[in-house]
């Protein structure tokens, strides 16, 4: 029921598919005080993808601003199911969208709480 681990304190750069949670996670699956940046590598349209429940805080994602890219896209895990992952005090910064779904309706399944947008062209939904 509960997988305990962290990523933290990690600067992910210049990478095609920066960071992607493809397990089914738990409330106990951590991405926290990470720095996610697209650099210098163009064609980088998803900054994190997650297909499982997951909690992440205080990162700040930043740079992906090229037309269509999001900082999080958010997919029913393995088994089709809709995750309720947590998302609190993540700075989203110079991105085209914020959020993007596979389907309607993951993002407000999702705990959400004092996440910042700076320069986004697409903010948070609400």
Wanted: with cysteine.
């Amino acid at each position: 029921p509960s997988l305990n681990w962290i990523i933290h304190d990690n600067t992910i750069t210049d990478c095609l598919r920066p960071a992607v949670f493809d397990s089914y996670g738990s409330k106990t699956s951590l991405f926290r005080n990470n720095l996610v940046s697209r650099g210098k590598t163009p064609g980088v349209l998803l900054a994190i993808e997650v297909r499982g429940s997951f909690r992440f805080g205080n990162n700040h994602i930043i740079g992906f601003d090229e037309e269509n890219a999001a900082a999080l896209k958010l997919f029913p895990d393995a088994i089709d199911r809709t995750p309720a992952c947590q998302f609190q005090d993540n700075i989203f910064e110079n991105c085209f969208s914020v959020i993007a779904e596979s389907r309607t309706g993951l993002w407000k399944n999702c705990h959400t709480n004092n996440n910042m947008t700076i320069e986004c062209l697409n903010k948070i939904p609400k």
